[in-house]
C-alpha cells in the first residue's frame, strides 16, 4: 500500500510560481514511476507531468512544458512540481498519483492516488 499526501497549493497571481510536493509512504516508492494530473471543474482529469522511478526521466504535457519541472527525492519519498509563468487556465486540483508502468500520460494506469491540493491563479 502506498499513501500520498500532496501539499504547497494556494492562491497565485498570473505569472507567480508555486511548488507542490507530494509525500509518498509505504511499500517501495522509490521502484514506482510518479506523476501529476489535474482537474479543473466540470473537466476531466488531465496528465501534467510523470517522472521515471530512477528521476533521470520525465514527461510533460504541452501545455506545461517549459513551465513546470517534476522532480523527485528517493531519500525523503518525496515529488514536487515547481510551477512557474502561472496562468489561468492553470487553476484546478492537483493531484499525484503512482504507476507500477512507465511514465504513463492516462489517470487509468495509476495505481494510487492523493486527496489533491487546490491550485487557483487570479488574471
Known amino acids: 500500500q502506498v499513501q500520498l499526501v500532496e501539499s504547497g497549493g494556494g492562491l497565485v497571481q498570473a505569472g507567480g510560481s508555486l511548488r507542490l510536493s507530494c509525500a509518498a509512504s509505504g511499500r517501495a516508492f522509490r521502484h514506482y514511476a510518479m506523476g501529476w494530473f489535474r482537474q479543473a471543474p466540470g473537466k476531466e482529469r488531465d496528465f501534467v507531468a510523470a517522472i521515471s522511478w530512477s528521476g533521470g526521466s520525465t514527461y510533460y504535457a504541452d501545455s506545461v512544458k517549459g513551465r513546470f519541472t517534476i522532480s523527485r527525492d528517493g531519500a525523503k519519498n518525496t515529488v514536487c512540481l515547481q510551477m512557474n509563468s502561472l496562468k489561468p487556465e492553470d487553476t484546478a486540483v492537483y493531484y499525484c498519483?503512482?504507476?507500477?508502468?512507465?511514465?504513463?500520460?492516462?489517470?487509468?494506469?495509476?495505481?494510487?492516488w492523493g486527496q489533491g491540493t487546490q491550485v487557483t491563479v487570479s488574471s
Open positions: 498519483a503512482v504507476t507500477y508502468g512507465q511514465m504513463e500520460r492516462s489517470p487509468h494506469e495509476y495505481n494510487y
